[in-house]
């Protein structure tokens, strides 16, 4: 009986492939394709090869927080240092090296545009834009409408 193309995954080796991809930000049909199936083929793979869907989830899960941490940074702002650098002569080696000739300490500023993603999504009960309001009790409406001699 010959051998499913599953198998060639479901040994460490190939498990570490799909987690990389997969933690590399590969969609599941680019990695599909690298596998060299259909999407559907992946699907069916991850129901029934439990480290499949294991490997994947494991690498995406690893990207998703690396990208939670960098919004996060992002909405709070941070600082680094800008390195400037210029080639120049080394007389002792006779050849041309990189040389750090200026070192900046910078502040980015946080972003609001992230600070309103992050609330939205962590705190929707505060932040979403839509709020339900309840009310209770009597709305006594008396509109009156005065048209005025001319227009009656």
Do not use: C
Request: net charge negative; charged share 35%.
């Amino acid at each position: 009986m010959a051998k499913g193309k599953y198998e060639k995954w479901i040994n460490e080796e190939g498990l570490v492939l799909l987690e990389g991809w997969a933690r590399a930000g590969l969609t599941d049909e680019q990695i599909a394709h690298n596998v060299g199936v259909s999407r559907s083929t992946l699907n069916d793979w991850k129901k029934r090869y439990p480290d499949i869907s294991d490997a994947l989830k494991k690498g995406k899960e690893v990207v998703d927080l690396q990208v939670e941490n960098a919004l996060l940074k992002r909405a709070l702002g941070y600082e680094y240092e800008e390195v400037t650098q210029e080639s120049q002569w080394n007389e002792k080696t006779n050849k041309y090296e990189l040389v750090i000739t200026k070192l900046v300490k910078k502040r980015q500023a946080p972003d609001t545009t992230a600070q309103i993603f992050w609330l939205k999504n962590r705190r929707p009960d505060k932040w979403r834009d839509k709020q339900d309001v309840e009310h209770t009790g009597d709305m006594d409406l008396n509109i009156v409408i005065d048209y005025g001699e001319d227009n009656g």
